[in-house]
């Protein structure tokens, strides 16, 4: 069964003050990894895809990075409004493309 | 963003009334999608559509029902609403493509009393 793991549950950093977000995956062939940002009260985001193992994305103070079974989604000195839940997604190569959820990271960027 | 508007975007019910919710989108996308998230559940597949009046279960199917009779609306019903589906329902669609992203709707808070 595909799964996902997201740690840790709630970060709090200040502000500059640079870390990762881990998502773990078990996936029967991967077709693809989904970084999404929820604010309180709306809908997810979308971020980024990632497809193989070694492939990076940037966007502004956020870089995801994938291996064959995690991927981190580093954020560079990080600003009070990057403050959201972070949630991570995979989607399988094989039957339906539905994605996989994770329980996301809840970040708190503190001025 | 996709054009994906939800209704209502938020409800209070009775256990055992039928409620429906709507997604409707503009961008004239193929595959639609209802999730519910929950605390410590994350994200749930509930039902998809993958073209007008083609429709599958997804993983928390059990008491939910949908219909696609336009490409730009999927309806999701709760046929016999419980306090168990109390619940934010997200609508996602996706463009069939070349791109497999998901792009969500600003959700349906339902309570169910």
């Known amino acids: 069964e595909d799964q996902v793991t997201q740690s840790p549950e709630a970060l709090r950093l200040q502000e500059g003050e640079s870390s990762s977000l881990n998502c773990s995956y078990t996936?029967?062939?991967?077709?693809?990894l989904f970084w999404y940002r929820q604010d309180p009260g709306k809908g997810p985001e979308f971020l980024f895809t990632?497809?193989?193992a070694g492939e990076e994305k940037e966007k502004e103070r956020l870089k995801a990075t994938l291996t064959k079974k995690e991927s981190f989604l580093h954020i560079t000195a990080p600003k009070p409004e990057d403050s959201a839940t972070y949630l991570c997604?995979?989607?399988?190569?094989?039957?339906?493309?539905?994605?996989?959820f994770g329980t996301g990271t809840r970040l708190l960027v503190s001025p | 963003d996709a054009g994906i508007t939800q209704s209502p975007r938020h409800k209070v019910t009775e256990t055992g009334t039928p409620v429906t919710l709507r997604c409707h989108q503009t961008?004239?996308?193929?595959?639609m999608y209802w999730y519910r998230q929950d605390p410590g559940h994350g994200l749930r597949l509930i039902h998809y559509?993958?073209?007008?009046?083609?429709?599958d279960k997804g993983e928390v199917s059990d008491g939910y029902s949908v219909s696609r009779s336009k490409t730009e609306d999927f309806l999701l019903t709760l046929e016999s609403a419980t306090s168990s589906q109390t619940s934010v329902y997200f609508c996602?669609?996706?463009?069939?493509?070349?791109?497999?992203?998901?792009?969500f709707g600003p959700g349906t808070r339902l309570l169910v009393l």
């Open positions: 997604a995979v989607q399988a190569l094989t039957g339906f493309q539905k994605l996989v």
């Open positions: 996936v029967s062939g991967l077709r693809g």
């Open positions: 990632l497809y193989s």
């Open positions: 961008e004239n996308h193929r595959y």
């Open positions: 559509s993958y073209g007008v009046k083609d429709t």
């Open positions: 996602a669609t996706e463009s069939g493509t070349s791109t497999e992203t998901q792009y």
